[in-house]
């Protein structure tokens, strides 16, 4: 009887869900698969000081706590270091460190906020990096992961 009314609570659970809208974002020299709602509120141009073309986008969304940037950067760093060098007090849980591909993912604000950045070399550094709020990870962690995946450098010249 418990069983029966468990699966009956899931099914209908899962059936009122909304499926995540995907789209692609192709910025900062870079192209990511990004969830539509990241695109529908608060969306600006990463402008260095004194500079006036961006070199990346910064998205959040106003009615979720998670913030993406995609950029890139002229530095002659491993992306691994270039990451650390941006990413302050970060608690390191899972890191990469390859010559063409940094990776680093930890814990920012005494546990209380999630950092993943990923960077690729090529003749700059590509990168992205997304913040969100740990007590939202079984959420957010899943559609990092697929940006993570679909983190590819622009074939075509994007902004």
């Known amino acids: 009887m418990r069983a029966a009314l468990l699966i009956a609570i899931l ?6 869900a909304e499926p995540i809208q995907w789209t692609t974002s192709a910025r900062g020299g870079s192209t990511i698969d990004i969830p539509k709602f990241m695109t529908e509120s608060w ?5 260095k000081s004194g500079e006036e073309e961006p070199y990346g986008t910064v ?8 913030m993406l940037r995609q950029y890139y950067m002229e530095s002659t760093k491993r992306p691994y270091k270039y ?14 460190d390859k010559p063409n591909i940094g990776i680093v993912s930890g814990y920012l604000s005494k546990g209380e906020e999630i ?9 700059k550094l590509y990168c ?20 993570a995946k679909s983190f590819r450098k622009c074939t075509d010249p994007c902004l």
């Open 59 to 66: 998205y959040q969304p106003e009615d979720h706590p998670i």
């Open 11 to 16: 099914m209908t659970s899962s059936a009122t």
């Open 115 to 123: 950092f993943y950045g990923m960077c690729v070399k090529s003749d």
């Open 128 to 147: 992205f990096d997304v913040f969100y709020s740990a007590k939202e990870r079984a959420k957010y962690d899943p559609i990092v992961k697929r940006i």
């Open 43 to 47: 969306v600006r141009g990463l402008i």
């Open 83 to 96: 990451i650390l060098g941006n990413a302050d007090n970060i608690r390191t849980i899972e890191k990469v």
